[in-house]
């Protein structure tokens, strides 16, 4: 059946905001800018005001962002870099196709790396750790910054899904030696197509980065300082990117209304293990609302009988896929929440009457 509730709604975002979509769209068009110009600088700058970093650089996708991340701080042959099972295959691409090794530890029952098995995962090779703020939750970054400084290893904060998430007040992002987002187009800030972002403080890795994603050039197009890529960030994804960005704060908001929905909807169910609660420490941004059922098969099949639209994220975890040679790790918690999420509906354009179908729907599995 059609889905009444589906997973993401691009249309109905572009027709409440259709009027600045194509005002964008002409503007960009009739000044015929559309490589590294205006828009994109504005936009850069607004990033790194809000996340609170002195520099970010517009690149064609997260996945770039991670990959030139990982090589502007030299992680190389030989060297190790540790990170999680339970995300995006590009995490883990990043420290391969630099020539390193990933060194996967477990996560916690709240997605993200479970901090207390960083130590024991270091050795003389290590270079760097990549966690990944999941679901628009952050990670303990004290922690993991104080282990850091101790072993001297570089941070790369994967904050693809937690643009505007913060830990004791400070924004995913501002913490690592480089941080990653995604404007993918699902993301909370999601273009028409794809985008990303690198975010720094290091005024020598932001010159370097920039070098990167444009073949080596930076200010004169004449001069190449090292050999690079093509991976820009191109003006017209930025302009919309920059028009969305001034509703962030108020979509923010509505994802966690609508986290609050759901967390009061389906309070008290046995079998449903809800997204985990977070404490004072956290702000949360929703990106995903993520439930936990042993019985997911029959969950998901009813779900979507019931015109619910789901997603899981990911049912095959990075160290079982045979193709990537990562099956020596031991990931028991891995392995148990990807035999058991299930991400629900969360946008800012749902209805509240969306969502208590939702609710509805998932309380008739259970009866």
């Not at 572009?14 to 936009?43: C, N, P, T, W």
């Not at 693809?160 to 690592?176: D, P, Y």
Request: proline share 4%.
């Amino acid at each position: 059946m059609p889905n009444k509730v589906p997973f993401v709604n691009y249309p109905r975002q572009y027709r409440q905001l259709k009027q600045e979509f194509d005002g964008v769209f002409e503007e960009v068009m009739s000044g015929g800018d559309f490589i590294l110009r205006s828009h994109l600088e504005a936009f850069e700058k607004n990033i790194a005001a809000f996340v609170g970093t002195r520099h970010a650089i517009g690149v064609n996708t997260g996945t770039d962002a991670l990959y030139l991340s990982a090589h502007a701080l030299g992680f190389g042959s030989g060297d190790e870099v540790i990170t999680v099972a339970h995300t995006f295959a590009s995490t883990v691409g990043a420290i391969v196709q630099c020539g390193a090794i990933p060194v996967l530890i477990d996560v916690r029952d709240d997605f993200n790396i479970d901090v207390g098995q960083i130590e024991a995962a270091i050795t003389p090779k290590t270079k760097g750790i990549i966690p990944v703020h999941l679901n628009g939750h952050a990670c303990e970054m004290d922690k993991i910054m104080q282990i850091s400084k101790k072993y001297g290893l570089k941070v790369i904060e994967d904050a693809a899904q937690a643009l505007g998430a913060s830990f004791k007040g400070r924004r995913c992002g501002s913490f690592g030696d480089t941080a990653i987002f995604s404007f993918y187009p699902a993301k909370m800030l999601g273009t028409a197509g794809d985008g990303g972002m690198v975010c720094t403080n290091d005024d020598r890795l932001a010159r370097k980065l920039r070098a990167f994603r444009d073949n080596g050039r930076v200010e004169n197009v004449e001069v190449i300082e090292c050999f690079g890529w093509c991976t820009r960030l191109d003006n017209l994804h930025a302009a919309l990117l920059d028009m969305k960005f001034c509703y962030f704060d108020k979509w923010v908001e509505r994802r966690r209304e609508i986290a609050r929905m759901y967390d009061d909807g389906l309070a008290g169910i046995e079998s449903l293990m809800p997204h985990p609660n977070s404490n004072g420490d956290y702000f949360d941004v929703y990106q995903n609302y993520v439930i936990r059922c042993k019985e997911r098969a029959d969950l998901v099949a009813h779900l979507r009988k019931s015109g619910v639209e789901v997603l899981i994220s990911w049912a095959t975890p990075l160290h079982k896929q045979k193709a990537l040679g990562l099956s020596h790790f031991n990931l028991p918690m891995t392995e148990c929440i990807s035999a058991e999420v299930v991400s629900l509906p969360i946008y800012p354009e749902l209805t509240d009457e969306e969502v208590e179908f939702v609710i509805d729907a998932v309380k008739k599995f259970f009866i």
